[in-house]
């Protein structure tokens, strides 16, 4: 089992910033790749980033892509995204997961955080 806490969202302007983290417990943490997706009031859930358990790949959703960055800490077991240039589109709650492999797929991850909110205004 791997546990995820997600935290650091919040309410900023558009334009601003935001740095989100994941911290992992449980299992080996560079076991697993990881990504970021996040699900907007009655939509579906959607791929933002991704991570390889090396760090050597990286995948981003062209949404969000030369806006946000992911990266992981391998010491303190942690995922960031970090997100600038925010966008009022960019309000949802942000998930972090854990998988095996290296997926935009949510089907293919098996841990979920609980989600943080991030809500950014006009």
């Known amino acids: 089992q791997v546990q995820l806490v997600e935290s650091g969202g919040g309410l900023v302007q558009a334009g601003g910033s935001l740095r989100l983290s994941c911290a992992a417990s449980?299992?080996?943490?560079?076991?697993?790749?990881m990504g970021w997706f996040r699900q907007a009031p009655g939509k579906e859930r959607e791929f933002v980033a991704a991570?390889?358990?090396?760090?050597?790949?990286?995948d981003y959703a062209n949404s969000v892509k030369g806006r946000f960055t992911i990266s992981r800490d391998t010491a303190k077991k942690t995922t960031y995204l970090q997100m600038n240039s925010l966008k009022p589109e960019d309000t949802a709650v942000y998930y972090c997961?854990?998988?095996?492999?290296?997926?935009?797929?949510?089907?293919?991850?098996?841990?979920w955080g609980q989600g943080t909110q991030v809500t950014v205004s006009s």
């Open positions: 449980g299992r080996t943490f560079s076991n697993y790749a």
């Open positions: 997961a854990a998988t095996g492999g290296f997926y935009r797929n949510d089907r293919a991850y098996d841990y």
């Open positions: 991570m390889s358990r090396t760090g050597a790949n990286i």
